[in-house]
């Protein structure tokens, strides 16, 4: 069942939160995490569903020190073996004045896949986010040695971005995002989008494209979610 590796991962880690939560009042340890519901899920510009809906969880375990741990999931459609995408990651976030920079470093592996595919890889990033006012500017930075699949090799990720709070509740977004590949080919993914944020729940709908010809997990498209934060 295309759910079943997912499910077993998100229960896992509802498992962790459950246990760990009555701890948490008096330690130096805060644990957060998500459960969303997409129509699509959409990394850089790519389809990773083949067009289809997508469930995700990730648990995040954080450190008063500015540390954290945790692991996210997903389905996942390749045409393979593969139906679950796990990541696990740990790293370093701050704040300075209006300056947030988070530091991390993320292993994504794909459950059942045949090794030869090559589609687990790591890759470390930085974080920007400057505030002033109502106004958030972005930027992210990744690099992997070994990029995904067939496209290994060095990797970059570069995008900037802002998002603007029109309220309390509602807020705009947009941002750009420039792929160099060693072994494949270079390309650019953008998106503008609109939250509404109904706490503990988010509604994100996102217009979401790419330069690439000739490859439909790459077309425009609409993309609508919601999130459940805890």
Not at 82 to 93: M, Q
Not at 96 to 122: C, E, H, I, Q, R
Not at 208 to 215: E, F
């Amino acid at each position: 069942m295309r759910f079943s590796r997912l499910l077993a991962s998100t229960a896992v880690i509802a498992l962790m939160f459950a246990g760990a939560s009555a701890a948490q009042a008096e330690s130096p340890f805060t644990f957060s995490g998500s459960a969303a519901i997409t129509s699509d899920y959409v990394f850089r510009g790519f389809s990773q569903t083949g067009e289809d809906p997508a469930f995700q969880a990730g648990l995040t375990v954080n450190h008063e020190s500015g540390f954290f741990v945790g692991a996210w999931g997903s389905n996942v459609d390749f045409g393979t073996d593969a139906d679950v995408e796990l990541d696990v990651f740990g790293g370093y976030t701050n704040t300075v004045d209006n300056l947030t920079y988070t530091v991390t470093a993320l292993y994504y592996t794909y459950p059942g896949a045949d090794s030869d595919l090559k589609y687990d890889y790591f890759e470390a990033g930085l974080d920007l986010a400057y505030a002033i006012d109502k106004l958030t500017l972005t930027g992210k930075v990744y690099y992997s040695p070994k990029f995904f699949g067939t496209a290994g090799g060095n990797a970059w990720y570069l995008s900037p971005g802002f998002s603007f709070a029109v309220t309390d509740m509602i807020s705009i977004n947009s941002a750009i995002g420039f792929n160099e590949l060693e072994n494949g080919t270079d390309y650019k993914d953008w998106s503008a989008g609109v939250a509404l944020k109904f706490a503990p729940f988010t509604v994100d709908l996102k217009y979401i494209d790419t330069d690439v010809k000739g490859d439909k997990n790459a077309d425009s498209r609409f993309v609508a979610s919601l999130t459940y934060a805890f």
